[in-house]
């Protein structure tokens, strides 16, 4: 391989003669200096200045091999890991040959990880010239793979003049020297006919030149006795990286330099300080000490050596360090290593006080534990034992089969070792054990498994309640949307609607459907903002609220928690306003870090699934209706009623009543009956209470056609099973205050095994009630029912059942005189008929003036309702018949029946202007016709709410016509057909559309002359007076 320049000492294509001497040179100082290899990891200084004396001023090419991470210092080893194959054999054959001289140069990117250097522009071009005093075989732990681990020791500071990579990578700008040697002239002609092919084919000047030098020695040999060989031409033969380097030498220094003194001493002050710091450094610094004593006895005599120990053994950066080997000044050199010490200082002290501080603390805990050990054996040789330590191993143990979050753990951890360190007898004992109850009874991470399946979960809102479609529709669509998310988050949903129509019943089978826990409480009258929020833990008999109470109950973090009657909800107490601390709990936003008072840690309630039940909206407050998802529920018609009552309340009744197995029937018209003469209202709980009424009855009329005085008992094979679940439903009781106690359906993914009770005194306590059952096995037994034993209850059988029919008509008025209109309101309870009277208080012409007396306990808005339709119809009459002068004499009383009822809303505008149309036209109204709507002073319709539990309510009634403002008609359009089937629907844009249906057939001279005679009087008695 050839070289660049001869002035740099360098192995170039200088007279043939030249290089074979300096190779020969070079191959006797590996000869002699192998014997001392093995020594020289012993005393490094003595072999570098031995090894000094035998390198020669020129180098042959050598094998270059990059370093990552750290440069390499001469005089210092570094053992280095190969793993290229090419490299490793190279090096194992370098060794053989005893030519184990190698340049190494630093990565300029640390990452890098190669035995190969492709490019100059990869690694720093000053490096060190290594020998490679040991290499042998090893393995990666990691990739398994073979290496080498080479032991190298630094000679001097060298310089690249021209990298040679391997033949796999493009070799371009190779510039040869023609150098003429006049002692070797039959080489001339050939190395210039070389230089002259290179210079004008470049892609083959490898071969080339390899040939070249290949020749070079059997020409000398013929020539030159002494037959030298070029040692590194074995190299080729590997395609590894060769370079051509040259010597760097120090600049010239002044040994007694103030500067260089004061580094020096400054130096090694450092380092007397970090050898106190890491023993380490101490034994490093020994070694070197003693190395440099054996050659001087004055460090100050070697300031290079020292700066360039100072940077060996120093974790700097690797630019840092690169600087410092850079560095030929030994000022500058020694300016840069102290800095790399100090940082190593700092690095040493900063250890040293982190170790110190792990020392303290572990050196207190084992005091702390030595300690506690020593107390826990005194209290046993005494025979103290408070139970104390039970108790804290119990809490530990519940915690193990939670998943508690890091700020749950780290409060946990602070309230069990104040437990562990307090006596029983002192009063924050039981408190903290109450706290840690409560804390440890939580179902930290557990889950009960979500439900996805929609058809079950329709079949299970099916088997429970019939109708609700809106309700079911938004539960499937519940499970739907968490079976595409594969999770289910909290939501908010409020049902409203009237007594009776099953909304808290619909919870209970919502919660069947998700495959969740059920917890339900009332808040109606509440007024402690505590019961929400629970109670600070420093008050007497503190418990935390109904929320953490519904959880522990449960068992799991995603109940289906039910608050009943939130509209009902106590405000303006001295407690604190409840309605308000529902706020946080139902807002989702906010209910992921529920606080509560008396746990005092933030509980996630995000996947709470909250039901809300309530019979009017107008009594909750606005901020916590706009949290929730409002769903109404309306009343049920009478062909709901008739299936509710054949599919769940009499069966339900039957079996309550004992009659499952007996012949005992009710009809379909005496349930129709039971609904027209007895339970009109919007719901069916009235309508249960009286079916388990007659049921009761039909109970006591079989047990006395049977005269079970006088016969034995028959018990019921069939029902033994029943005897056995009440054992087990005994059994189950009794460990019903086991907070570990989890239901069948929570995720055995997440769910804990629950503790199973060992005292043996409640065991027994279990084992003798159930023996007790067994002895009162007869009297608690079914009877059978003989098949000749029938009732069969008919409409005309329901007086001697439930009493005298409290309606007796369909209703109020079977005909309605002038002045009586059917109106519809809405209530709490649901839709009803609002009948409007109106009548003349005396005739015309014995009225003094006009007035208008109104009576039934109305509202301000019913009152100004009345004032209007009062003066509207005025103007109507006199536009219609300008001769009907009614209204100048007229006294009308208007009155809405049930005065003890309080009556109000802006929806009977429409009714009161037909009662006084009726009364002025002196025409009664169709009394199948029921209307609602609030009217404007022209006579436009407007706008009302509730149309559907009206609409029921006319049905209920027996209307066929129903007349509501045209606004409403998409209402209208929504309701169910078993609803609207039966009723003729009137829109009514303007008064004008009521008046045609009402009033079509008055003809005007009619009409103008109702009140002629009346008013002839009046006018008589009139001029009789003038």
């Known amino acids: 391989m050839l070289g660049t320049r001869v002035t740099r000492a360098v192995y170039t294509r200088a007279p043939l003669k030249l290089q074979l001497r300096a190779l020969g040179l070079h191959r006797r100082y590996v000869h002699n200096g192998s014997k001392n290899d093995e020594g020289s990891s012993t005393s490094t200084t003595t072999n570098k200045e031995e090894n000094d004396k035998k390198l020669p001023d020129v180098y042959p090419q050598m094998l270059a091999l990059p370093i990552s991470r750290r440069p390499l210092f001469p005089g210092f080893y570094k053992a280095v890991v190969i793993s290229e194959p090419r490299v490793m054999k190279a090096i194992t054959d370098m060794v053989e040959r005893q030519q184990p001289y190698i340049g190494a140069f630093m990565l300029k990117d640390s990452n890098n990880d190669t035995d190969i250097i492709h490019d100059i522009s990869e690694v720093h071009e000053l490096g060190v010239l290594a020998q490679v005093t040991s290499a042998f075989p090893s393995k990666d732990e990691k990739t398994g793979k073979e290496t080498m681990t080479a032991l190298l020791y630094p000679h001097k500071r060298i310089k690249i003049d021209q990298l040679i990579p391997p033949k796999d990578v493009k070799i371009e700008d190779i510039v040869v020297e023609k150098v003429v040697d006049n002692e070797v002239a039959s080489e001339e002609t050939k190395d210039e006919e070389t230089v002259d092919k290179t210079e004008s084919a470049t892609d083959k000047v490898s071969e080339e030149i390899t040939e070249e030098i290949a020749k070079a020695p059997s020409t000398e040999v013929t020539e030159d006795p002494d037959n030298y060989e070029n040692p590194t031409d074995f190299l080729k033969d590997y395609n590894v990286t060769l370079v051509n380097v040259s010597n760097l030498e120090d600049e010239p220094f002044d040994i007694k330099s103030p500067i260089i003194n004061a580094l020096t001493s400054e130096i090694l002050k450092v380092f007397k300080e970090i050898s106190q710091l890491n023993s380490m450094f101490r034994e490093q610094i020994a070694t070197f000490s003693a190395s440099i004593q054996s050659a001087t006895t004055n460090i100050f005599e070697e300031p290079a050596k020292l700066a360039d120990f100072a940077a060996a053994v120093s974790a700097g950066e690797e630019e840092e360090l690169q600087e410092v080997l850079e560095s030929l000044n030994i000022e500058q050199r020694l300016e840069k290593s102290l800095l790399v010490l100090k940082k190593e200082l700092m690095n040493a002290e900063l250890q040293n006080k982190i170790s110190k501080d792990v020392e303290t603390k572990i050196q207190k805990r084992q005091k702390e534990y030595y300690l506690m050990e020593q107390l826990k054996g005194i209290k046993r040789e005494l025979g103290i034992d408070d139970g104390r330590d039970k108790l804290v ?61 929609i058809p079950r979960a329709r079949k299970i809102l099916d088997e429970d309640h019939y109708g609700m479609k809106d309700v079911k529709d938004r539960i499937l669509e519940f499970i739907a949307v968490g079976k595409l998310l594969g999770k289910v988050d909290g939501k908010i949903i409020c049902f409203v609607g009237p007594p009776g129509v099953g909304k808290t019943s619909i919870g209970k089978s919502i919660s069947r459907a998700l495959n969740r826990q059920f917890f339900r409480f009332s808040v109606g009258g509440m007024t402690d903002v505590a019961e929400i929020k629970g109670h600070r833990r420093t008050y007497i008999g503190a418990l935390p609220g109904r929320i953490i109470q519904a959880l522990k109950k449960c068992q799991t973090q995603n109940p289906l928690i039910l608050i009943d009657e939130i509209d009902k909800i106590g405000h303006g107490g001295i407690h604190g306003d409840p309605s308000a601390a529902l706020l946080e709990v139902l807002d989702p936003e906010q209910n992921n870090s529920f606080l509560d008072n008396y746990l005092d840690i933030p509980i996630d309630l995000s996947k709470v699934l909250f039901v809300c039940t309530a019979n009017s909206l107008d009594t909750i407050p606005r901020p916590l209706l706009d949290r929730m998802e409002v769903i109404e529920l309306t009343g049920y018609v009478a062909e709901d009623k008739i299936k509710i009552a054949e599919q769940y309340l009499v069966p339900s009744a039957k079996k309550t009543a004992g009659l499952q197995n007996a012949t005992v029937s009710m009809d379909e018209e005496a349930i129709n009956a039971l609904m027209k003469y007895y339970c009109r209202e919007s719901g069916v709980r009235n309508l249960k209470k009286h079916i388990e009424k007659i049921y009761r009855k039909a109970a006591l009329e079989v047990v006395k056609k049977m005269s079970i005085e006088d016969t034995e008992p028959l018990v019921s094979t069939s029902e033994e099973p029943q005897l056995s679940q009440t054992n087990q439903n005994i059994s189950s009781s009794s460990a019903e205050d086991s907070t570990t106690d989890l239901e069948d359906s929570v995720n055995p993914d997440t769910a804990k095994e629950a503790s199973k009770p060992n005292n043996s005194q409640e065991g027994a306590s279990v084992e003798e009630t159930k023996k007790a059952v067994k002895t009162e096995e007869e009297e608690d037994t079914s009877m059978i029912v003989p098949e000749d034993i029938k009732v069969e209850i008919t409409p005309e059988d329901l007086k001697k059942y439930v009493g005298p029919p409290i309606y007796t008509t369909d209703r109020l008025y079977e005909t309605t005189p002038p002045g009586v209109i059917m109106g519809l309101a809405w209530t709490n309870m649901g839709g009803c008929s609002l009948y409007v009277e109106s009548v003349l208080e005396q005739p015309l012409h014995n009225c003094k003036h006009a007035n208008l007396e109104r009576t039934g306990q109305l509202g301000d808005v019913m009152k100004e309702s009345s004032r209007l339709a009062y003066s509207f119809s005025k103007m109507y009459l006199s536009k219609k018949f300008p001769e009907n002068r009614f209204f100048e004499k007229a006294a009308i009383h208007l009155h809405c029946p049930e005065g003890a009822t309080p009556k109000d809303g802006p929806s009977a505008g429409v009714t009161m202007a037909t009662s006084f149309l009726s009364l002025a036209l002196n025409k009664p109204v169709d009394p199948t016709v029921a209307m609602t709507g609030e009217l404007t002073l022209t006579g436009k319709v407007l706008r009302i709410g509730g149309l559907r539990e009206k609409v029921v309510a006319a049905k209920r009634s027996g209307a066929k016509t129903v007349i509501f403002p045209k606004d409403n008609l998409n209402d209208w359009e929504e309701l169910p057909e078993n609803v609207k089937e039966g009723m003729e629907p009137l829109a009514a844009d303007w008064y004008d559309d009521i008046y045609k249906r009402l009033f079509s057939g008055v003809k005007k001279s009619e009409g103008n002359n109702v009140w002629k005679s009346e008013f002839e009087l009046i006018d008589k008695k009139k001029k009789e007076n003038d």
């Open 393 to 453: 191993d119990t809490y530990k143990k519940r915690v193990e089969k939670l998943n508690l979050p890091e700020n749950v753990q780290k409060t946990f951890d602070e309230e069990i070792t104040k437990l562990a360190t307090l006596e029983t007898s002192m009063s924050e004992f039981g408190v903290i054990r109450n706290y840690l109850d409560w804390l440890t009874s939580l179902p930290w991470g557990i889950n009960s498994k979500e439900q996805y399946s």
